[in-house]
């Protein structure tokens, strides 16, 4: 019984740190329902309930802005140009091109 009330104690413990860490670090505009000061506070004063309703309306679903600061906004930009350059090359394999399964088709009839 004491082992399951202590993973139970570092479930929730665990689940304060990620809704405070979150709350902290999201950015202004994403923030749902309440500003920021107000959801800290339910998360510090509420330890149950304050980070599972963070969890269920603190921030708005949305698409991410184009912009992201630093090497992952720089990582997304050279990957969207790897798969551009790669749609531009044409067909990856065989099965890819068209004039080719004709030929193959044509080549099974002709049999």
Do not use: K, Y
Request: proline share 8%.
């Amino acid at each position: 019984m004491a082992r399951v009330t202590l993973l139970i104690v570092l479930a929730l413990v665990a689940l304060h740190v990620v809704a405070l860490i979150d709350c902290l670090s999201s950015r202004p505009d994403r923030i749902a329902a309440f500003p920021r000061r107000a959801w800290l506070a339910l998360i510090v004063l509420c330890p149950v309930a304050g980070p599972i309703a963070w969890c269920r309306a603190g921030t708005e679903a949305g698409p991410q802005p184009d912009r992201e600061p630093g090497r992952r906004a720089q990582a997304r930009r050279a990957l969207a140009q790897r798969e551009r350059a790669r749609a531009r090359r044409g067909p990856i394999g065989p099965e890819d091109d068209a004039d080719f399964v004709r030929f193959l088709a044509e080549s099974v009839r002709n049999r």
